[in-house]
């Protein structure tokens, strides 16, 4: 591949060779301008080249410099100030550290086509997480495993003593098809074969556990939401059998798209969804709780379209409590700001409603 091809912007989809019969790969079309936030597009710019050199992959031994230069992503010990006010309907958070974070980042594949810009989606994830007070571990990190591989370390977190954590989040990238597959270096693996494991560990029972997965769940494209798409078609959220294996409680699964749909990713600017999920994060993550989060998110990614073609994503929640990813505090200075912006805004409205009375008593033009 050449310089001037490796550099050409295009979107794609995250299916696999078994689910798909005709990817879309055209030249980027400029997104429709929403009021989504755009935070993220400030973040400094990270070549692959350089992400590559930080985040080593599985065949090399682990270096200590993985998180991108300049990324002071480690926060000090997680505390909560007593007296702190706090939601009554959220999750305790009284461990040492805010929660575990694994990411499964799937490139390279022996079959499938390269999966190009899911490395911005790693780094702005990291920097998401750790501006939240997240400590991303390297070695949580995985790049482009097998399927044994996978599970093996899965197998080996599950063993870990993971008691000073107050949540797990999970994030898996990679190439995807119906029935929830997900495409590894080597071969396939199914969702719930990691959320069945992890979902289940002792010390994160009553803790919330958040599983996201950037994958096709399908071949179909959907050209718009409305009444006239679902006349002929209708689409389920996920096809994982409940019956066969509940889904643990304190769950929530987050999907880039519902069943049988495709998910679409830029090759240079990253996939629609999780940059939706970093900018929302950014934006509303010391105020608002995850499912609002996710809720959001779908919003803005149901606003992207690409020759007609549209995204939705879709989630599936067991969770029992609200789970915020901020501490208390710095969700109290939030609302707290947003609160008094909010006083500011009707005080001006109102002076300005009795600048218009008074100029209208005094035919004042």
Known sequence: MDNNSR???TIV???GKVDQHKDVIEELPELEETTRPRSISDLPKIEESTYDNLITRRTTKVKKATIPKGYDLKSDVYSEPQNTPRDELEYERNKSDQGLVIIFNQKKFQDESEREGTTKD???IIFTLGRLGYNIDEQYIFIDFTTKEILEKINEISRENLSTRNSLILFFFTHGSSNDTLMTNDGTIEAKQMWKILGEHKDLQNKPKLFVFQACKGNDISTSFDKKMHENKHYSISSISLSDYPLPPDVLLCYSSVEGMKAY???VKGSWFIQEVCRNFMMYGRRDDVIS????????VSTYTHIETKQMPSFISTLSRKFYLSKSKDRSNKIAIHEQYHKIYTALKEIETRIEIYEKNHNIK
Do not use: I, P
């Open 122 to 124: 790693v780094n702005d």
């Open 13 to 15: 989809t995250d299916a």
């Open 265 to 267: 990713r830029n090759t």
């Open 7 to 9: 550099n050409k912007e």
């Open 293 to 300: 989060l996710f809720t959001r998110v779908a919003k803005c």
